[in-house]
């Protein structure tokens, strides 16, 4: 078993619509949480990190842990097709650089 | 730059060839990453260099593969004697912090380089 696992999807909704994407973790050593977006043939972009437990907002993404359930949700509100990309989740243990990584989901928004 | 930079974009090689794999960081960043990303799967962490220092090499595959960044910028993955399965995507990454300062996770990626070994 992976120590962090994630639907690879597609996940297909339509324009407008609030997207959940999320991961689940083994390692409760795990202290901080990141989300990159990844479009083709690009690298992976942050979008969001969170240490421990707890929401974070920035504009229409909102980013959750709950370490109690080893479970870490990105929502993302009034979805364009321009978020039509994949999400991976990273997690590190802390002052530990190394990522552990979901294998990403494939997000697609129909306009 | 404005970014991480690396080239080749694309590496096509025949089994058996050496290859080398160029990183551009961010300039002034401390921290330079190499993963490999296969298909359809998150990056794996190969190496982990501050400055010119190679802090980490725990990733690495093979003794193959080496990394090398003398000058504390510019850095180059060379894999040697190449194999079907290195076919991948190979990304770098850097971050103006030191990852030991416990914000290592703030890496900024390139496009990354895509090696198909014939």
């Known amino acids: 078993q992976k120590e962090v696992e994630q639907d690879p999807g597609p996940l297909s909704v339509p324009e407008g619509a609030i997207v959940s994407l999320n991961c689940t973790y083994s390692?409760?050593?795990?202290?901080?949480f990141m989300w990159y977006r990844q479009y083709s043939r690009k690298g992976p972009e942050l979008l969001m990190y969170?240490?421990s437990s707890g929401n974070k907002e920035d504009g229409r993404f909102t980013a959750q842990v709950d370490k109690s359930s080893k479970y870490i949700s990105l929502f993302i509100r009034d979805s364009q097709p321009s978020d039509s990309a994949t999400y991976l989740c990273a997690m590190s243990a802390r002052s530990n650089y190394q990522l552990i990584w979901g294998a990403g989901t494939k997000l697609i928004i129909k306009p | 730059g404005a970014g991480v930079s690396q080239s080749p974009r694309y590496k096509v090689a025949k089994r058996g060839q050496d290859v080398a794999l160029r990183c551009d960081p961010i300039?002034?960043?401390?921290?330079l990453f190499w993963y490999q990303q296969a298909l359809g799967q998150g990056p794996e962490f190969l190496t982990y260099f501050q400055n010119e220092a190679q802090l980490d090499k725990s990733g690495l595959p093979s003794d193959r593969f080496f990394a090398e960044r003398p000058e504390g910028s510019v850095s180059t993955l060379k894999i040697q004697r190449t194999q079907q399965e290195d076919s991948a995507v190979y990304l770098c990454a850097s971050s103006g912090e030191g990852a030991l300062s416990g914000r290592g996770y703030e890496q900024f990626f390139g496009p990354g380089t895509r090696l198909t070994v014939l």
């Open positions: 300039s002034g960043h401390v921290s």
């Open positions: 390692n409760s050593a795990f202290q901080y």
């Open positions: 969170t240490y």
